[in-house]
């Protein structure tokens, strides 16, 4: 039997095709939801008015866009100087 390294919490689990477990996935599946409906309904927004509008963490909506699973204008990015704007 093959397993995984989950993507998400690290947890091992059988081997599926798929790069999340099962809690993770049924999670990642009901976030990503969420922050779809926001976008369509909130055009030219930003990951962190994202995060902050539906309490989805700013590191799941930055997975998201690195995955290519949603594209967004502009994304929040923080550095040790606090937040700031940027493409």
């Not at 998400?8 to 689990?13: A, N, T, V």
Request: overall charge positive; hydrophobic content about 30%.
């Amino acid at each position: 039997m093959a397993y995984e390294i989950c993507g998400i919490c690290g947890r091992f689990f059988k081997k599926d095709g798929r790069k999340y477990c099962d809690p993770c996935y049924q999670k990642d599946q009901e976030e990503y939801a969420k922050v779809r409906d926001y976008i369509l309904k909130h055009k030219g927004t930003n990951a962190m008015e994202i995060s902050k509008a539906i309490n989805i963490p700013l590191k799941t909506i930055y997975r998201f866009i690195d995955e290519e699973r949603i594209s967004i204008d502009s994304k929040a990015n923080i550095t040790k100087e606090g937040w700031h704007y940027g493409n």
